[in-house]
């Protein structure tokens, strides 16, 4: 991490990438949904929390949710990514219902949904089961993954000053760990670029390498880069590109437990995403349609991408474009009209 050239890094890393994936990028076709932003938490690093008083506040109703994602499932999408805030009076009825009205619409699509923190909120507040009861729940009702966000940085000095009062690193790692044990997948992340050293970094990617060896329950590392701009903590310079990349490289050579490394372009932007490609990266997360989380802290980024730009941003970094699914499967190839 404290290597001067970064070139050789990107290098080493790339070597890193062909051994495993060979000359392949991948996308998923993905739609996604932010079901509220009504959070009992008030993280110092987000803007998109709220409470019910709040302006910016919002809540979807089913119907709304199911109308978002028919017209997804319309566009050719194949999954349905879905997250919200620690919402305070939603019951358990309204969560496993959304679960099945959407699994009602397709059988074929896939549905990645909450967070380890809002499964822990939803287990012990609203559900008030186990965890695991809580996740055979979900599961039973047409759940196909877990997201990887609330990771944040897992340094507990860290968390206090950027998400004060939020789970601990071995609360959100328990929660991955009994999904994993029932045979489900999900992704691993980390919010990186605020206070957090070079060090923590690591440490944070090495609890994520501990967990694989256990469960190899964890489809891909998708590191994301702090955009601050309408946070609490605004006053961050907002990281470089070639931190970024330095990031994505060096966890492509260290996670070497992990089948897939992610460029989150909402974060990093398609461009230098397209450029990570050649730094370890061998996949580009999916079309979105629809992001609130990293545009309300003031990202510039586009709110969604085509199936056209992936495979253009992709054939440019010299790599094969193809579609996958939720579990990093890849599907049939096909060249995007």
């Not at 790339?14 to 009504?38: D, F, K, P, Q």
């Not at 461009?271 to 990570?276: E, F, G, I, Q, T």
């Not at 990293?294 to 991408?305: D, E, L, N, R, W």
Request: aromatic share 10%; glycine share 8%; hydrophobic share 40%.
């Amino acid at each position: 991490m404290h290597h001067e050239d970064l070139n050789a890094i990107g290098t080493i890393a790339n070597v890193v990438r062909e051994r495993i994936n060979g000359n392949v990028a991948t996308y998923i076709r993905n739609l996604y949904v932010n079901y509220s932003n009504i959070c009992v938490l008030s993280c110092q690093f987000c803007a998109f929390g709220a409470r019910k008083r709040d302006a910016h506040a919002f809540e979807f109703s089913h119907d709304d949710i199911v109308a978002k994602v028919r017209v997804g499932l319309q566009g050719g999408i194949t999954e349905v990514h879905m997250v919200g805030g620690l919402h305070p009076t939603l019951t358990s009825e309204w969560y496993v219902q959304l679960i099945q009205k959407l699994r009602e619409l397709d059988g074929n699509l896939f549905i990645k949904a909450f967070t380890a923190i809002e499964i822990r909120h939803l287990a012990e507040r609203i559900f008030k089961k186990s965890i695991q009861e809580t996740l055979q729940i979900f599961k039973d009702a047409g759940l196909g993954a877990l997201t990887g966000g609330g990771a944040e940085i897992f340094d507990a000095g860290v968390r206090d000053q950027i998400c004060r009062g939020k789970e601990t690193a071995q609360e959100w790692l328990e929660v991955h760990r009994i999904w994993h044990q029932m045979g489900m997948r999900s992704t691993a992340t980390m919010l990186f670029g605020h206070v957090e050293t070079l060090e923590q970094r690591v440490e944070h990617m090495s609890q994520l390498r501990i967990l694989q060896d256990e469960t190899r329950g964890f489809t891909a590392f998708i590191p994301f880069a702090f955009v601050p701009e309408t946070t609490d903590m605004a006053h961050i310079q907002p990281t470089t590109a070639a931190d970024e990349l330095r990031t994505l490289a060096v966890s492509r050579i260290y996670l070497d437990n992990f089948e897939h490394i992610t460029a989150y372009w909402i974060s990093f932007g398609l461009p230098l995403a397209s450029v990570a490609l050649n730094y370890g990266v061998d996949d580009l997360h999916g079309t979105i349609m629809e992001e609130k989380i990293f545009h309300m802290a003031g990202a510039k980024t586009p709110v969604a991408q085509t199936q056209k730009a992936f495979e253009k941003a992709i054939r440019e970094a010299g790599r094969d474009p193809v579609p996958r699914d939720t579990w990093y499967r890849r599907l049939h190839q096909t060249t995007a009209a």
